[in-house]
């Protein structure tokens, strides 16, 4: 699977972004898919992600109401709607996916061992907000 991520800039706090991850090389509905985000000095951390076969959806806590995934199963394509964007979501946000193992981390909503089930990474995209 090859993902390419994009999206990312610079934003002022409360402003909103869209992130976009399209993927190739593998039938869509077999993957979970999302983003992570990794701050300087901080580890890499799940943010969103969903399993477009079923539509089962995964959000960070800090993320709840402010962002939303999506799927477009056609296009192959995930889409992060972030709002209300604070200083401290200033990252570099990262498309992943993985298979089945990613999708049972995604349905039971088990962030922790989420990094490690995915398969694929794509490029980092920056996500700038300032105060």
């Known amino acids: 699977v090859q993902l390419q991520a994009s999206g990312g800039g610079l934003v002022q706090a409360g402003g909103s972004l869209t992130l976009s991850c399209s993927a190739s090389g593998r039938t869509f509905s077999f993957v979970g898919i999302g983003w992570f985000r990794q701050a300087p000095g901080k580890e890499r951390e799940p943010v969103s992600l969903i399993s477009p076969s079923d539509g089962s959806k995964y959000y960070h806590d800090s993320m709840k109401g402010r962002f939303t995934i999506s799927s477009d199963n056609a296009k192959k394509t995930v889409y992060l709607q972030m709002n209300s964007l604070k200083p401290e979501d200033t990252a570099v946000y990262y498309c992943?996916?993985?298979?089945?193992?990613?999708?049972?981390?995604?349905?039971?909503?088990?962030?922790?061992?989420?990094?490690?089930?995915?398969?694929?990474w794509g490029q980092g995209t920056q996500v700038t907000v300032s105060s």
């Open positions: 992943a996916a993985g298979g089945y193992r990613l999708i049972h981390a995604i349905v039971t909503k088990s962030p922790r061992s989420m990094h490690v089930d995915v398969d694929y």
